[in-house]
């Protein structure tokens, strides 16, 4: 089976820090994606990767930044973190075939 | 543009009880639709998945669905609740690229 592995299940940052959030698949998937869930908001697409070193903007993408430097992993970048960030972030890949493979998520607060 | 609503942000039923959660979506393409649960403090899992073919798509853990095109509908069915159905569900679309489109997700109460 695939397996999205998020590097942390929890993160408490302060204000103003910089925050990495890794994620690695084990499919040699080409498509990556970062999510952010909020409760009656669902699940928003941040960015979105297609192959190495390639990157679209999501739906929200202000405040956050990601690479992708090799196909298995994929960071998302909180530059300045605040405190409206803090969320549920959750990974996510697919191959060609449509359907995607989820990681466990990172519960963010920043305070 | 694709987009989804999902209908009622709760729903209760009784144990074994007809399970019946709405997804509604909006597609110019052909769509690829998707139901997944979510369990506490979890990642997303994959229910059930229509792509092309059969109507009628069945999933894990007893669920099914119908994709409706006439009606634009996708809804997720089970016909006898159980407590560890309990969770929340999530309806997706998507047009086969790369973009996943998300319900706001309905949260399944299972009454004893």
């Not at chain 1, 408490?12 to 990556?32: I, S």
């Not at chain 1, 973190?81 to 466990?104: R, V």
């Not at chain 2, 790369?98 to 109460?109: E, N, P, S, V």
Request: glycine content about 8%; some cysteine.
């Amino acid at each position: 089976d695939v397996k999205v592995t998020q590097s942390s299940r929890y993160l408490v940052k302060r204000t103003g820090e910089k925050v990495f959030l890794e994620c690695v698949q084990d499919m040699d998937h080409e498509n990556m994606f970062w999510y952010r869930q909020d409760p009656g908001l669902g699940l928003r697409l941040i960015y979105f990767s297609y192959d190495v070193k390639m990157k679209e903007k999501g739906d929200i993408p202000e405040g956050y930044s990601v690479s992708r430097e090799k196909k298995e992993r994929f960071s998302l970048i909180l530059e300045s973190a605040s405190t409206n960030q803090t969320s549920m972030y959750l990974c996510a890949s697919s191959s060609t075939a449509p359907k995607a493979f989820f990681g466990q998520g990172t519960r963010l607060t920043v305070v | 543009a694709q987009s989804v609503t999902q209908l009622g942000s709760h729903v209760s039923v009784s144990e074994g009880a007809l399970v019946l959660l709405r997804c509604n979506y909006s597609s110019s393409v052909p769509p690829y639709l998707f139901w997944y649960v979510q369990y506490p403090n979890q990642g997303l899992q994959l229910l059930l998945k229509y792509t092309t073919g059969a109507t009628l798509v069945k999933g894990i853990n007893g669920f099914e669905a119908e994709f409706k095109k006439s009606e634009t509908s996708f809804h997720l069915t089970k016909p006898s609740a159980h407590m560890s159905d309990a969770a929340e569900y999530f309806c997706a679309v998507t047009s086969g690229t790369y973009k996943y489109i998300f319900g706001t997700g309905t949260r399944l109460k299972v009454l004893a």
